[in-house]
């Protein structure tokens, strides 16, 4: 069975960084995409970033344009999501999730996912 793990959250000043890890128990295949979602008290899940397991395509949502980047390990087991110059409106629950991608690159729909992993907090303030 499919198990997403994500780390490395935490507590970040404004401006800071931090790396978020999600690791896959299996692989990531040519069918897979990888995509992190956020959740903010009292708002809706969004999308974030994601990553194709095809050719390691990203996409980045317009709030993280610029500042995050998607990557993928070379043992194809795990994801990291580098966030620079961090916001206190990045606040949220960060959780990475696994599914197919309907077309050649990856979205961030949550639609096209279907394992989640748990959830880890970033929380960023002086």
């Known amino acids: 069975q499919v198990q997403l793990v994500e780390s490395g959250g935490g507590l970040v000043q404004p401006g800071g960084s931090l790396r978020l890890s999600c690791a896959d128990s299996?692989?990531?295949?040519?069918?897979?995409?990888i995509g992190w979602f956020r959740q903010a008290p009292g708002k809706e899940r969004e999308g974030v970033s994601c990553i194709s397991g095809r050719d390691g395509q990203p996409y980045h949502a317009d709030s993280a344009k610029g500042r995050f980047t998607i990557s993928r390990d070379d043992g194809k087991n795990t994801v990291y999501l580098q966030m620079n110059s961090l916001k206190p409106e990045d606040t949220a629950v960060y959780y990475c999730?696994?599914?197919?991608?309907?077309?050649?690159?990856?979205?961030?729909?949550?639609?096209?996912?279907?394992?989640w992993g748990q959830g880890t907090q970033v929380t960023v303030s002086s």
């Open positions: 999730a696994k599914g197919t991608p309907y077309g050649a690159n990856c979205t961030v729909f949550e639609e096209e996912y279907d394992y």
């Open positions: 299996g692989l990531i295949g040519d069918y897979d995409a």
